[in-house]
């Protein structure tokens, strides 16, 4: 067992720390914690649910005041004479560089567009083409819910059988990983029958991250067009879908990205594919040069930008870009996943060390007992920067408890029902001592279970 310490960097090694104050923590007070004591209450909470909706950035608020004072003093004009230098026509492709950054692509592979739902509709109606002999979309069994509807509503609208046309590919009988020979297999003995391979780039319930260049190319080899919903991978883990011939991908932005409730979404779409025709062609895709001329001919944008549609949300994109610039600024992906693999790694070392530790293979035998385990893979390139706790007995009953004691002690976790609390130590502004807060409110808490024989 790995000792906690060992994972710690010290004040003079953890140079990414000052990045915390570029963000508003909300305090215990504005969070409701009821028991911590009076002097703590200005004090920051421990946020463990950037994998929801990560924190605002301080720049995010101060660009998004910008524009609305850009609007307010320049009304229409602001479109191409902006008094902060953002021209609201050309706004979006100031994401676009950082954006490719972190995704791991050219910039015309990628566009600041919509929203993640909308966008993985739009790409399942551009590369689902299925055939008699080749139609089915193969994903995992507990996608997040709005894939799942995707994924069924479109074999349908093509005249299938969702039961027949979506293959989910499950853990084995008492695991909680997919395995990867497992999706392998499925892909040597059915490949020819599948049209899309979706999986995500990492599971939003387990925290498991999937191998996607070797996933992409065995689907690819097997004649299947690969894409990656990204929602819980972007900004989480570095990701290269140009080398590694991902067909395309989809994310949203506020989760580890930041960038507020709803924020815009973006796309990638693979350069191999430049050139295909759009099906859902908008004036936000036309070429610049003549887009306001409004011709009547759609000309398209090479590359992933000819699919914009709409202008977009310069407000959205403001409370993204204050985000952006604070993962710029910080070097980018690769130096905060080294942190994050830190500071999960302390987290989890911790919690083996709690007395309610079981490992992944007790848990068939504990279950009458007050305790957890971890579900998210131990093999760090399995996983992102989040921890899904599963806890027992797993009747639905401790786990509300769990996450109602964490709150009180203004520990934020996210839960999913029955029986899961994710804590996800964001690399931009969780701290030692933010792990350590939870660590020891989740003894407390299964401390006060266990007395009262719950
Ligand atoms: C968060 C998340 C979504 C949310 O979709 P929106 O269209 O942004 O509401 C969809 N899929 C996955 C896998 C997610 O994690």
């Not at 490719?100 to 050219?106: E, Q």
């Not at 909680?176 to 999986?199: H, P, W």
């Not at 759609?298 to 914009?308: E, T």
């Not at 029902?417 to 003894?443: F, M, Q, S």
Request: proline share 6%; with cysteine; hydrophobic share 40%.
């Amino acid at each position: 067992m790995s000792n906690p310490q060992d994972f710690k960097l010290s004040v003079g090694e953890d140079t990414l720390s000052k990045y915390r104050d570029e963000f508003t923590i909300p305090t215990n007070k504005s969070m409701k914690a009821s028991a911590v004591s009076e002097e703590l209450l200005d004090k920051p909470c421990a946020y463990f649910a950037g994998n929801s909706l990560g924190l605002m950035a301080k720049r995010s608020q101060t660009l998004v005041n910008e524009e609305m004072s850009a609007w307010g003093t320049r009304g229409v004009e602001g479109h191409f004479d902006h008094p902060f230098d953002r021209n609201w026509v050309t706004m979006a492709d100031i994401t676009h560089p950082i954006l490719a950054d972190l995704v791991g692509a050219k910039e015309s592979e990628v566009a600041c567009m919509s929203t993640l739902t909308a966008n993985l509709h739009l790409l399942l109606n551009t590369f689902y083409k299925p055939t008699k002999e080749r139609f089915k979309i193969l994903c995992e069994i507990k996608a997040f819910p709005s894939d799942q509807y995707a994924f069924a509503s479109q074999v349908a609208a093509h005249g299938f059988s969702p039961s027949e046309a979506v293959i989910e590919m499950a853990p084995r009988p008492g695991e909680f990983m997919i395995r990867e020979e497992d999706i392998l297999e499925v892909l040597a003995k059915e490949g020819s029958s599948i049209a899309i391979v979706l999986f995500p780039g990492i599971q939003y319930y387990t925290g498991q991250h999937f191998p996607i260049e070797r996933i992409t190319q065995a689907a690819k080899a097997a004649g299947c067009v690969c894409g990656w919903d990204l929602a819980h991978a972007i900004g989480n883990v570095p990701l290269s879908l140009h080398d590694w011939n991902v067909d395309f991908a989809v994310w949203c932005t506020y989760k580890y990205l930041n960038s507020g409730p709803g924020g815009i979404g973006g796309l990638f779409v693979h350069k191999n594919w430049e050139g295909q025709p759009i099906r859902h062609a908008g004036w936000w895709g036309h070429e610049l040069a003549t887009r306001f001329a409004m011709p009547p001919q759609f000309n398209a944008i090479p590359g992933a930008q000819g699919l914009q549609q709409s202008n977009p949300s310069a407000i959205a994109i403001a409370a993204l870009l204050g985000s952006l610039q604070v993962f710029r600024d910080a070097g980018g992906i690769k130096p905060l996943r080294k942190r994050s693999l830190k500071l999960t790694g302390y987290l989890e070392a911790l919690l083996h060390k709690s007395e309610f530790w079981v490992p992944p293979e007790a848990v068939a035998n504990n279950d009458n007992k007050v305790g957890f385990t971890i579900i998210t893979p131990t093999d760090t390139s399995a996983r992102g920067s989040q921890l899904s706790l599963l806890f027992f007995p797993s009747d639905g009953r401790v786990m509300p408890k769990v996450l109602e004691g964490l709150a009180a002690r203004g520990v934020i976790g996210d839960s999913r029902k029955p029986d899961v609390i994710r804590l996800a130590p964001c690399a931009l502004y969780n701290n030692w001592e933010d792990i350590d807060r939870a660590v020891t409110g989740l003894e407390e808490v299964l401390g006060e279970l266990k007395k009262a024989q719950l």
